[in-house]
């Protein structure tokens, strides 16, 4: 009697740890692959495209990859914002007190102002149809660009090329 019962513990015990074996090899693969998909969206990002495979792969400390639905916003005027993102695939517009300033495309960044100045958004971004983007957090960047001074100039070098970009076609108009 007591060895039937101390075999179906064992039993019990040996399929509770297979469980928790294939759960954790789950787990781990999903985060392997969810890795691997960051690494290729920071690959395809112009933004990223001075920098070093070593320094792509330190922002992944900074990046999220996420993805969008029509309609999301995913920055909202008046409110403070610790994220930038880069439009890897999609569109998005941005509204000035509700009305269309620009229709933007696939490689946009947008919340770099707020990212330059610490102050609230001054437009809304709304995705226009599904998009993936790249979610970067505006402390952890922060931390990273002082720690690595070489990608802190490339990423800032471009970000002042956008902004200068965006304001020419403004004085266009």
Same mark, same amino acid.
């Given at each position: ?6 075999? +179906?513990l064992?039993l019990a015990?040996?399929?509770?740890l297979v469980?928790a074996g294939n ?6 693969a999903?985060?392997?692959t ?7 969206a920071l690959e ?6 001075g920098?070093t495979?070593n320094?792509r792969?330190a922002?992944?400390?900074a990046?999220?990859?996420?993805h969008a639905q029509e309609?999301? +916003? ?7 914002s ?5 439009i ?15 229709t ?13 100045d610490?102050?609230?958004a001054?437009?809304d ?7 993936l983007?790249?979610e970067?957090n ?5 931390s990273?660009?002082k720690k +690595? ?5 490339m990423?800032m070098?471009k970000?002042?090329?956008i902004?200068?970009? +965006? ?6 108009k």
């Amino acid at each position: 009697m007591v060895t039937r019962q101390a075999a +179906r513990l064992f039993l019990a015990v040996v399929v509770i740890l297979v469980m928790a074996g294939n759960f954790a090899a789950e787990s781990f693969a999903a985060e392997k692959t969810k890795t691997s998909e960051l690494s290729r969206a920071l690959e395809q990002a112009k933004l990223f495209a001075g920098l070093t495979d070593n320094e792509r792969a330190a922002l992944k400390a900074a990046a999220t990859l996420r993805h969008a639905q029509e309609g999301d +916003r995913i920055i909202e005027q008046g409110k403070a914002s610790d994220k930038m993102f880069i439009i890897l695939e999609g569109q998005a517009e941005v509204k000035v007190s509700g009305k269309l300033v620009a229709t933007l495309p696939t490689q946009s960044l947008v919340g770099e102002v707020e990212f330059l100045d610490a102050l609230p958004a001054s437009a809304d971004v709304i995705v226009l149809k599904r998009s993936l983007l790249i979610e970067l957090n505006n402390a952890a960047l922060t931390s990273l660009m002082k720690k +690595r001074p070489r990608l802190g100039y490339m990423l800032m070098s471009k970000i002042a090329g956008i902004e200068a970009r +965006r304001l020419r076609a403004m004085n266009l108009k």
